[in-house]
C-alpha cells in the first residue's frame, strides 16, 4: 500500500481524472478522490473534508483553474494546488504560477504528476513547520514581554512604596529634628551666657544639614516616583519633568501637548513617562543640545510622542547596538504597549525620537486584556 492521498480533482472529463489518479497510483500514491466541476461543488467540498492535495484543469465549461484558485486562496489552505491541462501556452502557464498556482502540467506529460506531487507535499510540511515555528516564536516573545511589563509593573510600585516611605518616615522625622532645633535656638537664646554663641553657630549649622538633607529627600522620592504622576497624570507629569530638567542641565525644555480626555492606565502611563526620562536622560549625556521640543498629540487612533533635540546627533549603529541598554529599554516598555519607537539622526543635525502608541491597545489593557494571567 502506498502513501494515502486525499485528492480533490477539478476535472469535467472522467476519462482525464482516471488517467490522472492512475498516474498517482504509478509513482505510489493509494488516491482517495473526489471529483468536481462546478464552483458550487468546489466549495462545498473544501469545507466538508479535509484535503493533501488539489488538482484542477485550467478551463472547464462552468469554471476554471482562475476561479478555482481565487475560491482555494480565500480559504487560507497550506496544500497544493497543481493544474494539469492541456497546452494552454507559456504565457498563461507563467500568470497561473504567479497567481499562486504550484505548478502547472501538462496532460501529454502526466509521467511530471507525481514527482511534482511529492515535491510541492514536501515544502508544505516545510512551510506548515515554519509558520508554528513562527508563532510559537511570537507566543514566546509576548509571553517574555508580558513578563518584563509585569516585573517593571512590581519595580515601579517597589520605586512608589520606597518614595511614600521616605517621605512619609525620613520626612516626619527630619521635621521633627527641625522644629526641636528651633526649640533649642529659643531656649538659648532667652539666656544670658555669654557661652551661648557657638552652640548657636552649631545649631545653624545643623538646621542647614537638615534643611539639605530634606531637600535630598524630596529629590530621592521624586526620582523614585514622582507623586505628580499619580496626583494629576500625563501632561502635568511630563511638563514637570521638562522643567526639571531644564533647570538641573540649562538645556531649554518644551513640552506641547494636544491631547484631552485620553483615560490610561497607572502601568501606561508610567511606561510613557519613563521613556520620557531616559530621553531627557540621553540629551543630557549624549546631545550636547541646547534645545529640546516635546509634542504629545493624538492623531488617527493613535497617541504619539515626539522629542527632537538640536545637539550633535547620534551614530547610525548606537540605534541598534545591543548594548544600547536605555535604547532597547524604551524599545521593550513601548512594545508592552502595542506600540512603536523610531529614532532619527544626524551628526551635528540633532535627534528625534517619536514613538506610537494605538489607543485602542490602551483600552484594551484597560479593560484586562493581554499579559500573563496572575
Not at 532667652?190 to 554663641?197: H, I, M, V
Not at 552649631?202 to 538633607?213: F, P, Q
Not at 538640536?310 to 512594545?335: I, P, Q
Not at 517619536?354 to 484597560?366: F, V
Request: proline residues 2%; hydrophobic residues 40%.
Amino acid at each position: 500500500m502506498g502513501k494515502r492521498l486525499r485528492l480533490l480533482l477539478i476535472e469535467d472529463s472522467e476519462a482525464d481524472a482516471v488517467l490522472v489518479k492512475r498516474a498517482l497510483c504509478d509513482h505510489g500514491y493509494e488516491v482517495l478522490s473526489q471529483r468536481v466541476q462546478t464552483e458550487g461543488e468546489f466549495r462545498d467540498h473544501l469545507k466538508k473534508a479535509a484535503w493533501d492535495l488539489v488538482i484542477t484543469d485550467y478551463s472547464l465549461p462552468k469554471f476554471n483553474a482562475a476561479d478555482a484558485l481565487e475560491v482555494f486562496q480565500a480559504h487560507h489552505l497550506d496544500l497544493p494546488f497543481i493544474i494539469v491541462s492541456g497546452t494552454i501556452g507559456e504565457e498563461t502557464a507563467v500568470a497561473s504560477m504567479k497567481a499562486g498556482a504550484h505548478d502547472f502540467i501538462t496532460k501529454d506529460r502526466l509521467a511530471r504528476l507525481g514527482p511534482a506531487v511529492d515535491r510541492e507535499l514536501r515544502e508544505a510540511v516545510v512551510r506548515q513547520e515554519r509558520r508554528r515555528a513562527e508563532e510559537s516564536l511570537v507566543e514566546s516573545n509576548e509571553r517574555l514581554r508580558a513578563l518584563a511589563a509585569r516585573l517593571e509593573n512590581s519595580r515601579e510600585e517597589e520605586r512608589k512604596r520606597i518614595a511614600r516611605d521616605i517621605h512619609d518616615d525620613l520626612g516626619s522625622a527630619l521635621t521633627g529634628l527641625k522644629m526641636d532645633l528651633v526649640w533649642l535656638r529659643q531656649s538659648l537664646a532667652k539666656l544670658e551666657n555669654s557661652d551661648r554663641g557657638p552652640i548657636m553657630e552649631k545649631i545653624a549649622a545643623m538646621g542647614k544639614l537638615l534643611d539639605a538633607t530634606a531637600n535630598q529627600t524630596r529629590r530621592l522620592c521624586s526620582e523614585l516616583r514622582p507623586g505628580i504622576l499619580d496626583d494629576l497624570g500625563l501632561v502635568p507629569a511630563l511638563e514637570w519633568q521638562a522643567q526639571d530638567f531644564a533647570r538641573r542641565t540649562g538645556v531649554a525644555c518644551k513640552v506641547q501637548a494636544n491631547v484631552a480626555g485620553i483615560d490610561l492606565q497607572p502601568e501606561q502611563t508610567t511606561a510613557i513617562f519613563r521613556v520620557f526620562q531616559e530621553i531627557l536622560t540621553n540629551v543630557a549625556r549624549h546631545a550636547k543640545a541646547k534645545h529640546v521640543s516635546v509634542t504629545l498629540d493624538e492623531e488617527d487612533g493613535e497617541l504619539r510622542l515626539k522629542a527632537s533635540d538640536d545637539g550633535c546627533g547620534m551614530a547610525e549603529k548606537a540605534a541598534t547596538a545591543k548594548r544600547s541598554l536605555g535604547l532597547l529599554g524604551m524599545r521593550e516598555r513601548v512594545m508592552t504597549l502595542g506600540g512603536t519607537i523610531s529614532f532619527q539622526s544626524g551628526s551635528g543635525k540633532g535627534t528625534t525620537v517619536e514613538l506610537t502608541i494605538p489607543l485602542t491597545t490602551l483600552k484594551r489593557e484597560a479593560m484586562g486584556q493581554g499579559g500573563i494571567p496572575g
